[in-house]
């Protein structure tokens, strides 16, 4: 089990292990049970609703030879309504693993990522700029440098810490305070 906040890495990590697998990628409003047995399986957002007898049988089924499952969710699985005692006990056994936001290291190296596969070099004071100010995701920061580029381009100005000043005012003037 891995949980974590969204935007964190959860589902990357997870097809990725999907992938070396082989993995059988289960939908989990309509998840095939035939499908998953004695198999890999990945089952994604399990916190945000699937039948519990579905879920019940899938873990019971990763004990199985041959078989294994990883889940993601955004809460860990003490935190899940149960409504089989039977479910509650597996979900209290699983092996879970926390993501938690990524720190100010991740989060720069992520940047600088993004802004190297646009073959753009900010200035060296953009990153602390942005690493105070900006939402602590990875979608996030592949949009916020999406952002900067195409402002850049459109206004015929370099990518400068002022530019990234005004994308971010602009996301905090969009924002709705009473959603």
Not at 9 to 28: P, T
Not at 102 to 107: A, G, N
Not at 122 to 140: A, C, G, Q, T
């Amino acid at each position: 089990m891995l949980f974590g906040p969204q935007g964190v890495g959860k589902s990357h990590l997870a097809h990725g292990w999907a992938g070396a697998r082989q993995a059988l990628v289960l939908d989990r409003q309509a998840p095939d049970l035939a499908a998953a047995a004695g198999r890999a399986v990945l089952l994604e957002d399990v916190d945000q609703g699937m039948d519990d007898e579905a879920l019940f049988h899938l873990i019971n089924m990763a004990g199985r030879e041959g078989a294994s499952l990883l889940m993601t969710a955004r809460e860990a699985p003490a935190a899940w309504r149960a409504g089989l005692p039977d479910l509650r006990s597996r979900l209290n056994a699983l092996f879970v693993a926390e993501m938690e936001a990524p720190d100010d290291e991740v989060l720069e190296g992520v940047l600088r990522k993004f802004f190297r596969e646009r073959n753009i070099r900010p200035p060296k004071d953009v990153y602390p700029y942005l690493l105070r100010r900006m939402e602590r995701s990875i979608p996030y920061a592949r949009e916020i440098v999406k952002r900067m580029d195409e402002a850049a381009d459109d206004e015929q100005r370099p990518i400068s810490r002022t530019l990234a000043r005004q994308i971010l005012d602009d996301d905090m003037e969009n924002l709705d305070l009473f959603d």
